[in-house]
C-alpha cells in the first residue's frame, strides 16, 4: 500500500503564507514526478505546481511568483511554499506523485488538504 499524506492546510488572512507538505510512505520504491493540484468550488480541479526528481519546476501562471514547490528525495517529500495568498487561491489542495511500486509506475493522489484565505 502507498500512502500521500498532506498536512499544512488552513484559513488564512489575504497577504498570508502557508507552508503545506505531502509525504510518501509505504510500498513505492521510486518517485519521479511530484505535484500539487488544487479544486475549488465550483471549478475544475487545476494543476499548482510541479516538481521533476532531479528539481525542475513547472507553475500555473496564477501562482507564479507567489508559490514554491520543493521536495526531499531522501524522505519522499514535497512541500508548497504559499505566500501572498489571495481568496481565490482557496481550494481543497491535493499532492500526487508518480511512482515505482515493484511492479509498476502509477499516479498516487493524497487526500487533499483544505486552504481557506478570508479576512
Known amino acids: 500500500q502507498v500512502q500521500l499524506v498532506e498536512s499544512g492546510g488552513g484559513l488564512v488572512q489575504p497577504g498570508g503564507s502557508l507552508r503545506l507538505s505531502c509525504a510518501a510512505s509505504g510500498s513505492i520504491f521510486r518517485i519521479n514526478d511530484m505535484g500539487w493540484y488544487r479544486h475549488a468550488a465550483g471549478k475544475q480541479r487545476e494543476l499548482v505546481a510541479t516538481?521533476?526528481?532531479?528539481?525542475?519546476?513547472n507553475y500555473d501562471g496564477s501562482v507564479k511568483g507567489r508559490f514554491a514547490i520543493s521536495r526531499d528525495n531522501a524522505k519522499n517529500t514535497v512541500y508548497l511554499q504559499m505566500n501572498t495568498l489571495k481568496p481565490e487561491d482557496t481550494a481543497v489542495y491535493y499532492c500526487?506523485?508518480?511512482?515505482?511500486?515493484?511492479?509498476?509506475?502509477?499516479?498516487?493522489w493524497g487526500q487533499g488538504t483544505q486552504v481557506s484565505v478570508s479576512s
Open positions: 516538481i521533476t526528481s532531479g528539481g525542475s519546476t
Open positions: 500526487n506523485a508518480a511512482g515505482w511500486n515493484g511492479i509498476t509506475w502509477r499516479v498516487y
